[in-house]
């Protein structure tokens, strides 16, 4: 190994902690704003994803949690458990609920985990792009750092996938 090639692995190696350091502390902001929090932390369930998903649709629609409980006909007890519940909520529940936020009955089982996502790119690979643009979890700039976080480890791996800059400058 080149002296060159230590330093460059020095430097990824920081932007990575620092990035993930950022990330941390926006979502335990994010969390805090959107949420009770216990200690500081809340706990994710089984269902985390889902729940999160609910509450951003909910809050879209305007809709209070009374609201959302009358309609879906799933009590607020259960829709509140979503998000820390050990077990995954009945496949019932998953769909009154997406039925009524209008979401897809299979994305809302896949963030239910009541079944497994499907594979990124039919060879089963997933397309680590796609997964962060897609993923609810994220705000625009969390997103964007993660992205630019794939795009330094594909550069040092000398790998080039579709928002590398090897691919974008057509070098390798």
Not at 118 to 147: F, H, K
Request: proline share 5%; net charge neutral.
């Amino acid at each position: 190994m080149t002296k060159h090639d230590g330093a460059t692995r020095d430097i990824v190696a920081h932007h990575v902690a620092r990035c993930a350091s950022i990330l941390d502390a926006t979502v335990v902001k994010a969390e805090h704003r959107a949420t009770t929090c216990y200690m500081g932390t809340p706990e994710r369930g089984a269902a985390y994803a889902l729940w999160l998903e609910v509450e951003r649709r909910r809050l879209d629609m305007k809709l209070n949690k009374v609201e959302l409980a009358e309609l879906s006909g799933v009590s607020r007890g259960t829709i509140d458990r979503l998000k820390s519940g050990k077990q995954p909520p009945e496949q019932k529940t998953v769909h009154a609920l997406a039925r009524v936020l209008h979401i897809d009955q299979v994305h809302a089982e896949v963030l239910a985990g009541l079944r497994p996502p499907a594979p990124g790119n039919g060879q089963g690979e997933i397309d680590v792009r796609a997964a962060i643009q897609a993923s609810p979890v994220y705000t625009e700039r969390q997103r964007q750092m993660l992205l630019s976080l794939v795009d330094m480890f594909e550069e040092a791996n000398g790998q080039t996938g579709p928002g590398s800059q090897a691919a974008a400058t057509g070098s390798e």
